[in-house]
DNA sequence: TTAATGTTTCGATATTTTCCGATGTGACTA
DNA sequence: TAGTCACATCGGAAAATATCGAAACATTAA
């Protein structure tokens, strides 16, 4: 509370831009995988880290480590500003993350190696090429 | 509601700036008009024109005309979401913005003519000199 | 009309941000 | 030990934004 004007310009700027929004959002719903991320936005992993990195700096996301993988996910509700809650949930209702937590839903289902590792993936593309 | 991404972005961006924000923050507490907006926050007319004209645009603030003067205030609480009422509330209760609040109670009490107009300000500010 | 004044827009520059391929890093695996 | 993989960081060019004085505009007063 009565915290300082720039820290709070950071925090709004963290979120003010359409990746990271998604990002933000797409976590809203519960855990993921970096490349989880970026197979389901269609987004370069380099871009999706940066994301990440900046939504990290800002105080909004959390990160776990698992062998190679890293997982992350919005930090405690108690933990960030009321504000910020509030566009989480706005954020959450928009149509274009609905499309993108449908597709959450199937990599899901498949479980990340198959999203993520490289030669199955590649091995899926070109089945499905035949 | 369920409004698109890139709204939701341009509208967090217009007060993801110190600038915009304080201006915004000022106006939280009641209509003012630009010069004394500038006059306050200590600020080239300009930057402040500039500012107001961002945050029309993301549709957070009025204008009214009066003779020359124009004067600003933030549009009615149920034509913003409740995202930006939590905004503004927040940055209502920043210390920068409390101090700016000070200054705007002093600038009330001696009226427009005497913080705008250029002729007295020169008389006041000779005055202050001896 | 002419001068003065509040406001907006323009112009020009400086700074920041965005974006993504390439490269680096650390961990698993054959 | 190599090789593979997920992820982070770097490089650096293009785009966006910030900033503020100067000029333009609109209204009022002399």
Redesign the interface.
Known sequence: ??????L??ER??A????LR??VLALLGSGELCVCQVAEVLQVPQSSVSEALRELRRAGFVNERKEGRWVFVSVVPQSEI???LQ??LA??M?????HQDRDRVAKVKILGIPAVCCKAQKAAKAEAAHV
């Open positions: 509370m009565t915290q300082n004007l720039r709070m310009v709004l700027k979120v003010s831009h359409p929004l998604r500003s009321p504000v509030g566009i706005e954020a209702a928009l149509k274009e993350v």
